[in-house]
C-alpha cells in the first residue's frame, strides 16, 4: 500500500510539472483516487451492477459488450460512437473541459494517448493491478500505453507492418515482391514505365505512415522526458533513410496523389492502378469489406527493409481503450476494459477481424493458421505476427502529437503539391511543434 | 421586355445577326446573343444538375460497382431498392431514427425559429418603443456573426446547463434567426401598410386579432421565404449537432451519413459509400419537395409586391 501510494504520487508529481500550462494541478489530493483496488472489490462492483458509457468507433466491441452485458447482467454498457480519431478527441477535450458528459471508457490512439495523458484526464490503471499486464502485450503496444510507472490505458489492438501488394499487377508486369526499399524503388520505375496509369503506392502526406517509417528505419525524431521535449527532425538517423528514398518516388512522380480512405483509394485498390500498401496488420478487414472486387489479387509480404537483409518492422495505427478520471464508474469501466482487451473479449475481437496486441493470441497456432481467402488462402497471421516482434523499442510520440499531426499537411503536405523538398517540409514540420511545444510550457529542444 | 427569341414573330422571318457576325447555318434564326445566353443557362443548369445526377446515378450502384465503374453513367446491376432497403434497416434502422430527428429539429426548430421572427419582424416595424435602434443595431450584428463562431460557447453554456447530448441542445440554438427577423421586419414594414392597421383599429379590432387576421395574410410570402431559408439551415445544420450531440440516437441525418462514410476510414471497419450516397439522395428529397410545395406561395408573393409597387 505504501509503495503503491508513493509510486502513485511520483507520477502525480511528473504530470503537474509536464502539465504546467495544460491543466492546473491543484495541491489536493483527491483522496481515495489513488486507492488500489482489488480484483475482489471489481467482483463486488461487476455484482452490484450499474451502467457505463463507452465511446468507442472500434466496430468489434459490438460483440465484446453483448457478451459482457450477458456475462454481467447488472452492468450496463452503453456504447456509443462519438466520433473517429480527431472528431472524437475534439469531443473527449470538450467534455473534459466542460467537466460533464464525460464517458467512462474512451477509445484513444496510442498516438494521442500522451495528450490525454498529460491533460490529467486518464485514470492510473496500475492501481488494479494492470502494470503486472507487461508480458501479456506485445513491445509497441505496451510502451505506448505506459509512460514511467503509470499505465494510461490497455492497449486494444496493433498494427504491425506489412507490405500488402497487388500479385496480379505485380506479376502482369513481371516485378518481383521488393524486400527492400531501395527495391522498393525500383519496382516503382518499372511498374510505372510499364503501365503510366499504374503506382506503386499512394500518398498523399500522411503523418501516422511518415512516423511509422522513420520508426522502422530506426529513427527517434520525439523524445519527451517529463517537461523536456525533444523535436529532431532533421538530423535524426530515421528521417534521413526515409526522406532519401521518398524524395527520389516523389521526384520522379512515382505515387499516385490519391488520399488514403478516400472512396478514389478504394477505387485504386480495386482496380489495380494502385500496387502496393504498406500498412498495419489490421487492413485485411478492409480489404475484405472495402475492395470487395480485387479478392484474390491480393497478398501480404513482410514490409520492405531499409538495410537488405534486415528484419524490422514497424508499428502503424492501433488503438488502445482508457479509463476517464472524471468518468463516473471507474471500477466497473476498468472491468470492462479489462474484459475487452485481457481477458474474454480478445477472443471475440479477433474472430471479428481485429488485430491482436496480446502476445499469447500473436502465437496461439490457431491464429497463426488461420487462412485468408481474400489473400488466396495465405496464412498472412504468420507474416503479421513475425512483424510484431520486430518492432524496434524506444520509440515515442509528442506529448501533442494529435496537435502535431494535424498541422503536418500544412508543412510536409508542401512536399506532395509543390516544389518544396520532403526535407524542408520536415523542417517546418519540426518548426511548428517546438513553436507549439513552447507555448504550452514544455521546454522544447533546450 | 423579353428576350428577342420571344419576339421574332413567326418562323422564318429573319432578324439581322447581332453585331454583324456571320451566320454559318441557315436554321439559325435567332441573334446570336440568344444562343450564347442559351449556353451559358445550359452550362449553369449543368453545373447545378450535374452533382445531383451523380448521386441518383450512383445511388442505384452496389459497393462493388461503385469502385469500378464510370461515375457519371449506370453500371453493374440496378441496386436502387435494394439500396434503399438497405439503408433503411442498416444498423437496426437508424437512418429512419435520425430522418425523425432532422425532422423534429426542422419543425421545432426551424419552424419556432420563423413564428418567433414573424411576431418579431412584425413588432419592430409596426410599433415604436424606446431602444428600438439597439435592437436594430444587435440583429444587424447577431446577422453579422458566423455561427460558427458561436458554436463553442453555445456548447459551455449548455453544458453548465446540463442540456448537451439533450434534443434540447439543437432546438433551442436553432430558434434564433437574426436573419429571418431581419428579413420580416423589413418585409412587414413594406407589405403591411400602416393605414390598413390604422383602418382595422378604427374598426375595433384589437391588436391580436388584427396581427391575425389582417397581417398575417399580407405577410405570407414573407413567412414562405423565412421559413424555407431557416429549414434549409437546419435540416443541413452539421456543426452545431456534431459538438452538441454524442448519442448517435438523436443524431440529425447530416451527423448520421457523415458517421457512416467514416467507417470506411477506420482499421476494421465496414465501407458503406452505397449507404452513404442512397442515404444523401433520400436526405435531399424531402427538401426538394418543400421547394417544389412552397415556391408558388413564394412567387405569387413577390409578384403581389410588385404590383403594389
Same mark, same amino acid.
Given at each position: 500500500?505504501?509503495?503503491?501510494?508513493?509510486?502513485?504520487?511520483?507520477? $502525480?508529481?511528473?504530470?503537474?510539472?509536464?502539465?504546467?500550462?495544460?491543466?492546473?494541478?491543484?495541491?489536493?489530493?483527491?483522496?481515495?483516487?489513488?486507492?488500489?483496488?482489488?480484483?475482489?472489490?471489481?467482483?463486488?462492483?461487476?455484482?452490484?451492477?450499474?451502467?457505463?458509457?463507452?465511446?468507442?468507433?472500434?466496430?468489434?466491441?459490438?460483440?465484446?459488450?453483448?457478451?459482457?452485458?450477458?456475462?454481467?447482467?447488472? $452492468?450496463?454498457?452503453?456504447?456509443?460512437?462519438?466520433?473517429?480519431?480527431?472528431?472524437?478527441?475534439? &469531443?473527449? !477535450?470538450?467534455?473534459?473541459?466542460?467537466?460533464?458528459?464525460?464517458?467512462?471508457?474512451?477509445?484513444?490512439?496510442?498516438?494521442?494517448?500522451?495528450?490525454?495523458?498529460?491533460?490529467?484526464?486518464?485514470?492510473?490503471?496500475?492501481?488494479?493491478?494492470?502494470?503486472?499486464?507487461?508480458?501479456?502485450?506485445?513491445?509497441?503496444?505496451?510502451?505506448?500505453?505506459?509512460?514511467?510507472?503509470?499505465?494510461? @490505458?490497455?492497449?486494444?489492438?496493433?498494427?504491425?507492418?506489412?507490405?500488402?501488394?497487388?500479385?496480379?499487377?505485380?506479376?502482369?508486369?513481371?516485378?518481383?515482391?521488393?524486400?527492400?526499399?531501395?527495391?522498393?524503388?525500383?519496382?516503382?520505375?518499372?511498374?510505372?514505365?510499364?503501365?503510366?496509369?499504374?503506382?506503386?503506392?499512394?500518398?498523399?502526406?500522411? @503523418?501516422?505512415?511518415?512516423?511509422?517509417?522513420?520508426? !522502422?528505419?530506426?529513427?527517434?525524431?520525439?523524445?519527451?522526458?517529463?517537461?523536456?521535449?525533444?523535436?529532431?527532425?532533421?538530423?535524426?538517423?530515421?528521417?534521413?533513410?526515409?526522406?532519401?528514398?521518398?524524395?527520389?518516388?516523389?521526384?520522379?512522380?512515382?505515387?499516385?496523389?490519391?488520399?488514403?480512405?478516400?472512396?478514389?483509394?478504394?477505387?485504386?485498390?480495386?482496380?489495380?492502378?494502385? @500496387?502496393?500498401?504498406?500498412?498495419?496488420?489490421?487492413?485485411?478487414?478492409?480489404?475484405?469489406?472495402? $475492395?470487395?472486387?480485387? &479478392?484474390?489479387?491480393?497478398?501480404?509480404? @513482410?514490409?520492405?527493409?531499409?538495410?537488405?537483409?534486415?528484419?524490422?518492422?514497424?508499428?502503424?495505427?492501433?488503438?488502445?481503450?482508457?479509463?476517464?478520471?472524471?468518468?463516473?464508474?471507474?471500477?466497473?469501466?476498468?472491468?470492462?476494459?479489462?474484459?475487452?482487451?485481457?481477458?474474454?473479449?480478445?477472443?471475440?475481437?479477433?474472430?471479428?477481424?481485429?488485430?491482436?496486441?496480446?502476445?499469447?493470441?500473436?502465437?496461439?497456432?490457431?491464429?497463426?493458421?488461420?487462412?485468408?481467402?481474400?489473400?488466396?488462402? !495465405?496464412?498472412?497471421?504468420?507474416?503479421?505476427?513475425?512483424?510484431?516482434?520486430? $518492432?524496434?523499442?524506444?520509440?515515442?510520440?509528442?506529448?501533442?502529437?494529435?496537435?502535431?499531426?494535424?498541422?503536418?499537411?500544412?508543412?510536409?503536405?508542401?512536399?506532395?503539391?509543390?516544389?518544396?523538398?520532403?526535407?524542408?517540409?520536415?523542417?517546418?514540420?519540426?518548426? &511548428?511543434?517546438?513553436?507549439?511545444?513552447?507555448?504550452?510550457?514544455?521546454?522544447?529542444?533546450? | 421586355?423579353?428576350?428577342?427569341?420571344?419576339?421574332?414573330?413567326?418562323?422564318?422571318?429573319?432578324?439581322?445577326?447581332?453585331?454583324?457576325?456571320?451566320?454559318?447555318?441557315?436554321?439559325?434564326?435567332?441573334?446570336?446573343?440568344?444562343?450564347?445566353?442559351?449556353?451559358?443557362?445550359?452550362?449553369?443548369?449543368?453545373?447545378?444538375?450535374?452533382?445531383?445526377?451523380?448521386?441518383?446515378?450512383?445511388?442505384?450502384?452496389?459497393?462493388?460497382?461503385?469502385?469500378?465503374?464510370?461515375?457519371?453513367?449506370?453500371?453493374?446491376?440496378?441496386?436502387?431498392?435494394?439500396?434503399?432497403?438497405?439503408?433503411?434497416?442498416?444498423?437496426?434502422?437508424?437512418?429512419?431514427?435520425?430522418?425523425?430527428?432532422?425532422?423534429?429539429?426542422?419543425?421545432?426548430?426551424?419552424?419556432?425559429?420563423?413564428?418567433?421572427?414573424?411576431?418579431?419582424?412584425?413588432?419592430?416595424?409596426?410599433?415604436?418603443?424606446?431602444?428600438?435602434?439597439?435592437?436594430?443595431?444587435?440583429?444587424?450584428?447577431?446577422?453579422?456573426?458566423?455561427?460558427?463562431?458561436?458554436?463553442?460557447?453555445?456548447?459551455?453554456?449548455?453544458?453548465?446547463?446540463?442540456?448537451?447530448?439533450?434534443?434540447?441542445?439543437?432546438?433551442?440554438?436553432?430558434?434564433?434567426?437574426?436573419?429571418?427577423?431581419?428579413?420580416?421586419?423589413?418585409?412587414?414594414?413594406?407589405?403591411?401598410?400602416?393605414?390598413?392597421?390604422?383602418?382595422?383599429?378604427?374598426?375595433?379590432?384589437?391588436?391580436?386579432?388584427?396581427?391575425?387576421?389582417?397581417?398575417?395574410?399580407?405577410?405570407?410570402?414573407?413567412?414562405?421565404?423565412?421559413?424555407?431559408?431557416?429549414?434549409?439551415?437546419?435540416?443541413?445544420?452539421?456543426?452545431?449537432?456534431?459538438?452538441?450531440?454524442?448519442?448517435?440516437?438523436?443524431?440529425?441525418?447530416?451527423?448520421?451519413?457523415?458517421?457512416?462514410?467514416?467507417?470506411?476510414?477506420?482499421?476494421?471497419?465496414?465501407?458503406?459509400?452505397?449507404?452513404?450516397?442512397?442515404?444523401?439522395?433520400?436526405?435531399?428529397?424531402?427538401?426538394?419537395?418543400?421547394?417544389?410545395?412552397?415556391?408558388?406561395?413564394?412567387?405569387?408573393?413577390?409578384?403581389?409586391?410588385?404590383?403594389?409597387?
Amino acid at each position: 500500500m505504501r509503495t503503491m501510494t508513493r509510486r502513485a504520487m511520483r507520477g $502525480v508529481g511528473l504530470l503537474c510539472a509536464a502539465a504546467l500550462s495544460l491543466t492546473a494541478c491543484g495541491s489536493s489530493e483527491e483522496s481515495g483516487s489513488d486507492k488500489a483496488v482489488s480484483t475482489g472489490e471489481l467482483r463486488t462492483a461487476l455484482k452490484k451492477g450499474g451502467s457505463i458509457t463507452v465511446w468507442a468507433w472500434e466496430p468489434t466491441l459490438e460483440k465484446v459488450v453483448d457478451d459482457f452485458e450477458k456475462k454481467y447482467p447488472e $452492468v450496463e454498457v452503453k456504447l456509443v460512437n462519438a466520433g473517429t480519431g480527431n472528431d472524437q478527441y475534439t &469531443a473527449l !477535450q470538450n467534455a473534459v473541459q466542460a467537466g460533464s458528459g464525460v464517458p467512462d471508457v474512451a477509445q484513444i490512439e496510442y498516438y494521442a494517448l500522451g495528450q490525454f495523458a498529460l491533460g490529467e484526464s486518464l485514470e492510473d490503471l496500475s492501481r488494479y493491478g494492470a502494470d503486472q499486464f507487461k508480458n501479456a502485450y506485445s513491445t509497441g503496444p505496451w510502451s505506448a500505453v505506459t509512460a514511467e510507472d503509470a499505465v494510461y @490505458a490497455l492497449p486494444m489492438d496493433s498494427g504491425p507492418m506489412a507490405l500488402f501488394y497487388n500479385k496480379k499487377v505485380l506479376d502482369k508486369h513481371r516485378i518481383a515482391v521488393p524486400t527492400t526499399w531501395d527495391e522498393y524503388l525500383e519496382a516503382a520505375r518499372a511498374l510505372h514505365a510499364a503501365d503510366p496509369k499504374a503506382y506503386i503506392a499512394n500518398d498523399t502526406g500522411d @503523418a501516422g505512415f511518415t512516423t511509422s517509417m522513420i520508426w !522502422q528505419a530506426g529513427g527517434t525524431p520525439f523524445k519527451n522526458t517529463g517537461t523536456d521535449v525533444t523535436v529532431d527532425l532533421t538530423g535524426d538517423k530515421g528521417v534521413t533513410a526515409f526522406t532519401e528514398v521518398w524524395q527520389k518516388l516523389l521526384d520522379e512522380k512515382l505515387l499516385a496523389p490519391v488520399t488514403n480512405w478516400s472512396d478514389e483509394w478504394y477505387k485504386g485498390l480495386a482496380d489495380g492502378t494502385i @500496387a502496393t500498401l504498406a500498412t498495419g496488420a489490421w487492413m485485411p478487414a478492409n480489404f475484405v469489406s472495402g $475492395v470487395e472486387s480485387a &479478392a484474390g489479387d491480393w497478398r501480404a509480404a @513482410a514490409l520492405p527493409q531499409w538495410e537488405k537483409g534486415a528484419e524490422v518492422s514497424s508499428e502503424n495505427g492501433g488503438s488502445s481503450l482508457a479509463v476517464m478520471k472524471a468518468g463516473k464508474n471507474k471500477d466497473l469501466a476498468y472491468a470492462f476494459n479489462e474484459y475487452a482487451n485481457h481477458s474474454e473479449g480478445v477472443q471475440a475481437r479477433i474472430e471479428a477481424g481485429a488485430f491482436p496486441a496480446t502476445t499469447a493470441d500473436l502465437a496461439s497456432p490457431t491464429f497463426l493458421d488461420t487462412a485468408f481467402p481474400y489473400f488466396g488462402g !495465405q496464412k498472412a497471421n504468420e507474416i503479421f505476427a513475425r512483424s510484431a516482434n520486430q $518492432v524496434p523499442e524506444g520509440w515515442s510520440y509528442l506529448p501533442y502529437q494529435v496537435y502535431a499531426n494535424s498541422v503536418f499537411n500544412d508543412s510536409v503536405g508542401k512536399a506532395y503539391v509543390s516544389g518544396t523538398t520532403l526535407a524542408d517540409g520536415l523542417k517546418a514540420w519540426q518548426k &511548428a511543434a517546438v513553436d507549439y511545444g513552447t507555448d504550452q510550457g514544455f521546454d522544447v529542444n533546450k | 421586355m423579353g428576350t428577342p427569341s420571344y419576339t421574332d414573330g413567326p418562323a422564318g422571318h429573319r432578324t439581322p445577326p447581332a453585331r454583324g457576325v456571320p451566320r454559318r447555318r441557315h436554321f439559325a434564326d435567332r441573334p446570336r446573343r440568344s444562343v450564347l445566353l442559351t449556353a451559358l443557362m445550359g452550362l449553369t443548369a449543368l453545373y447545378a444538375l450535374l452533382p445531383l445526377a451523380w448521386l441518383v446515378i450512383n445511388a442505384t450502384k452496389t459497393q462493388k460497382s461503385l469502385l469500378d465503374s464510370f461515375g457519371l453513367w449506370f453500371s453493374g446491376d440496378f441496386a436502387l431498392w435494394d439500396n434503399i432497403t438497405q439503408t433503411l434497416t442498416y444498423d437496426d434502422g437508424i437512418f429512419v431514427r435520425w430522418f425523425l430527428n432532422t425532422l423534429l429539429y426542422v419543425v421545432a426548430g426551424a419552424g419556432g425559429a420563423t413564428f418567433l421572427a414573424v411576431l418579431g419582424g412584425y413588432g419592430l416595424a409596426k410599433f415604436d418603443f424606446p431602444g428600438k435602434r439597439a435592437v436594430f443595431a444587435t440583429v444587424i450584428g447577431a446577422v453579422a456573426v458566423p455561427a460558427t463562431a458561436l458554436a463553442v460557447p453555445t456548447f459551455l453554456m449548455f453544458s453548465k446547463a446540463g442540456l448537451t447530448d439533450t434534443p434540447w441542445a439543437v432546438v433551442v440554438p436553432s430558434l434564433v434567426s437574426p436573419f429571418g427577423l431581419y428579413l420580416m421586419w423589413v418585409f412587414a414594414a413594406e407589405a403591411v401598410p400602416a393605414e390598413l392597421l390604422e383602418a382595422a383599429r378604427v374598426d375595433g379590432s384589437g391588436e391580436l386579432r388584427t396581427f391575425f387576421q389582417v397581417a398575417l395574410p399580407l405577410l405570407t410570402p414573407g413567412i414562405v421565404t423565412v421559413l424555407l431559408f431557416t429549414m434549409v439551415q437546419t435540416w443541413n445544420n452539421y456543426f452545431l449537432p456534431l459538438i452538441m450531440l454524442k448519442d448517435p440516437d438523436w443524431y440529425p441525418l447530416t451527423l448520421g451519413l457523415n458517421a457512416w462514410n467514416e467507417q470506411a476510414s477506420t482499421a476494421g471497419g465496414h465501407a458503406v459509400f452505397n449507404l452513404v450516397i442512397t442515404g444523401s439522395l433520400l436526405t435531399i428529397v424531402p427538401l426538394v419537395a418543400a421547394f417544389l410545395l412552397l415556391q408558388r406561395y413564394w412567387r405569387s408573393g413577390l409578384a403581389a409586391g410588385s404590383v403594389k409597387g
